[in-house]
């Protein structure tokens, strides 16, 4: 029996590496019980989220560099910067400097901005890059890249042609925007945002809507953050002379898809779309009878671009059957088993509470999958 486990990180819990392992440790252990040899293969996966550096690293190789920068809230953060193999491509990852572990007590959406992440592409471009590639995902931001922007020399100005300071709480008085400082090396260099989710800018499918809530803004916040995001997006596009807002992914990471588009002239893909080429994912599916995949929380927004998803359509292209690991699923489990997935397994019922999940996820995940084996030794045997 061939198993390929490629699981997403769950956030603020586990790594995708250390929470495939423990799904891996599970299998072995009800297997051998039952006496079925197999083969399990863990490949760490991300779809631009946390563990997007560590993905492409495990992938492909190549040299991690340091980058002190800040977060959310200006707090000083260790980062790194992956330059591959070929010496030409960089890998970024938003979450390291805009993250939501990093304010976790201490949610403040109105005074977190990304301005770390600017710094983190500055570093990068030190490195003379052709390309440079960026993870957008789990941020706790909604500044729609306003502070990566400021970090690379563009200026948000009011009536008064005042310069604003660049996180939501200030730019409600945006009127116009100074590109003269940009940096020029960006005109060099093919960026790609690397997006778990293709939710537009603005609206009720937009970055503040969907998204604001799940980083601790009320309903009176979310009101503020799209009429704010309304006046800055008609200032950008002002100054460029073109339509960012409605483009697929403009709403990633609070808005950190659309200053990709508009300042640094990036195109947006499917993270794990990317990942899953950079992994050879492809050929392992092929070669395997079950594939594993999972994520913090399986819900309805999984379905826009997140990693089980994108592990899902790949092993039905491969005629393999796929499960799902997952710390919470939100819903009807009709809405996802039969399909995409054979079958579901979730950590919450068996831990009572999404604190006691958190806290000891990986020692669940272990036992769930223990349990499971019978039921996926079926599956991946099945004629």
């Known amino acids: ?52 550096v560590e993905a492409f690293a495990a992938a492909c190789g190549g040299e991690r560099i340091p980058v002190r920068a800040s977060g959310p809230l200006g707090d000083p953060v260790s980062a790194s ?9 960089m890998i970024i990852e938003s979450a390291q400097t805009c993250g939501l572990p990093l304010v976790s007590g201490r949610e403040d959406i109105l005074r977190s901005e990304t301005s770390g992440l600017g710094r983190m592409i500055r570093a990068a471009l030190d490195r003379n890059p052709e390309r440079i590639w960026i993870g957008l995902g789990g941020s706790a931001t909604n500044d729609w890249g306003a502070g990566l922007a400021a970090e690379m020399g563009v200026r948000f100005l009011d009536g008064s042609g005042r310069p604003l300071r660049p996180r939501p709480l200030d730019l409600s008085g945006i009127r116009s925007v100074d590109l003269g400082g940009l940096d020029g090396r960006v ?8 997006a778990d989710v293709d939710n537009p800018l603005l609206g009720p499918r937009g970055a503040a809507a969907v998204f604001a809530p799940q980083k601790g803004a009320d309903a009176d916040t979310v009101g503020h953050l799209e009429e704010t995001g309304v006046r800055y997006a008609e200032a950008v596009e002002t100054a460029l002379g073109r339509s960012f807002r409605d483009r697929s992914g403009a709403g990633a990471a609070g808005g950190l898809g659309f200053a990709l588009l508009a300042f640094l002239g990036a195109d947006i893909r499917p993270g794990i779309e990317a990942l899953i080429e950079a992994a050879g994912l492809a050929a392992k599916a092929e070669q395997a009878d079950l594939i594993i995949t999972g994520e913090g929380r399986l819900d309805a927004q999984s379905r826009r ?24 699923i939100a819903g009807p489990v009709s809405d996802f088993i ?39 030794s079926a599956l991946a045997l099945r004629p």
């Not at 005109?187 to 690397?194: K, S, Y």
């Open 305 to 328: 671009g997140k990693t089980a998803y994108g592990i899902a359509a790949l092993a039905q292209k491969s005629g393999r059957p796929c499960v799902a690991f997952c710390g919470a």
């Open 1 to 52: 029996m061939r198993i390929l486990i490629a699981v997403d990180s769950f956030k603020g819990s586990l790594g995708s590496a250390e929470a495939g392992a423990m799904i891996a440790a599970g299998l072995e252990t009800g297997l051998a019980a039952l006496n079925l040899p197999a083969d399990i293969a863990v490949v760490p996966t991300a779809d631009g989220g946390e563990g997007t």
């Open 187 to 194: 005109r060099g260099v093919r960026f790609t945002a690397l």
């Open 338 to 376: 039969p399909d995409p997935f054979a079958a579901g397994y979730s950590i919450l019922p068996e831990a009572g509470s999404v604190a006691e999940a958190k806290a000891r996820a990986g020692q669940y995940l272990e036992l769930i999958a223990r349990r499971a084996v019978r039921e996926l």
């Open 81 to 89: 910067v992956l330059l591959l193999p070929n010496r030409k491509t």
